[in-house]
């Protein structure tokens, strides 16, 4: 996630970056076409107090490891959480398979599967933009950008 939003902040991302998991929250301040947009990061350590942080009308850019498999069906609990909190029922949501530069093609779809996508979208108001991004290659920035118009 760290290494995304410095991508976003237009911030040089190599194959030297490094980050280390975020314990708190981060502000990332994003400008795109003279727009500026805060957004806050918040590290999975702190899961059980994300809902002090819902606020109605809110967009979430939920992110998961896809170079992770042993972590996807646990960030599918905790999506299926936040998803069906009554403060995010209007939320608009972004789901971002992250590493998608060191993951196998086929990854997205085992993702899909393990985070049981389709049980997910029967069972909630929202609908999911679903996006394929890597901070080393840039691959779905601009996605990324324009939703957060």
């Not at 939920?62 to 609990?77: K, M």
């Amino acid at each position: 996630k760290t290494l995304l939003l410095k991508r976003l902040q237009n911030e040089t991302v190599d194959d030297k970056s490094s980050s280390i998991p975020t314990v708190g929250t981060n502000i990332y301040h994003i400008q795109s076409n003279n727009v500026f947009k805060e957004v806050r990061e918040i590290g999975g350590t702190i899961a059980p107090l994300w809902s002090k942080y819902y606020k109605p009308s809110i967009k979430i850019h939920y992110v998961v490891d896809a170079a992770n498999l042993c972590q996807i069906s646990a960030a599918g609990v905790l999506l299926y959480t936040i998803l069906t909190n009554p403060e995010c029922r209007k939320s608009k949501v972004m789901l971002m398979f992250t590493k998608m530069d060191v993951s196998y093609r086929q990854m997205r779809n085992e993702a899909l599967l393990m985070l049981h996508i389709d049980r997910l979208r029967k069972e909630i108001n929202q609908s999911i933009t679903i996006v394929e991004t890597s901070a080393l290659t840039g691959e779905g920035i601009q996605q990324i950008v324009d939703f957060l118009k």
